[in-house]
C-alpha cells in the first residue's frame, strides 16, 4: 500500500530550526515529484515547496530563503529544513505525492514567539 509518513515536527521558538521528514513506501519513489504544504485550522492548506523527481526545487514567497527542500530517493525521502522560524510558520504540515494522490497524515509544527 502506497503511504507517506511524516516526522520531524514540534514546539521551538521563534529562530530556531526543525527539519520535517517524508518517508515514502508502496511505490516507486523516484518517479514522482514531492510537495510539501501546511494548513492552519480553519484556513485553507497553503503550497510550501514541491521538489521535481529530478530534484528542481520551488518555494513560496513566504518560505524562501529560509526553507530548502530536498530528496533522498536512496532512502525514498524527502526532506524540509526550516531556518529562522518564526510563529506564522505554525500549522500542521504534510507531504505529498500528486501524481499519486498520496498525502501523509501531517506534523504539527508549532513556533512560540
Known amino acids: 500500500q502506497a503511504q507517506l509518513v511524516e516526522s520531524g515536527g514540534g514546539l521551538v521558538q521563534a529562530g530556531e530550526s526543525l527539519r520535517l521528514s517524508c518517508a515514502a513506501s508502496g511505490f516507486t519513489f523516484s518517479d514522482y515529484g514531492v510537495t510539501w504544504y501546511r494548513q492552519i485550522p480553519g484556513k485553507q492548506r497553503e503550497w510550501v515547496a514541491g521538489?521535481?523527481?529530478?530534484?528542481?526545487?520551488s518555494y513560496a514567497d513566504s518560505v524562501k530563503g529560509r526553507f530548502t527542500i530536498a530528496r533522498d530517493n536512496a532512502k525514498n525521502s524527502a526532506y524540509l529544513q526550516m531556518n529562522n522560524l518564526s510563529s506564522e510558520d505554525t500549522a500542521v504540515y504534510f507531504c505529498?505525492?500528486?501524481?499519486?494522490?498520496?498525502w501523509g497524515q501531517g506534523t504539527q509544527v508549532t513556533v512560540s514567539s
Open positions: 521538489i521535481s523527481k529530478v530534484s528542481v526545487s
Open positions: 505529498a505525492v500528486l501524481g499519486r494522490g498520496i
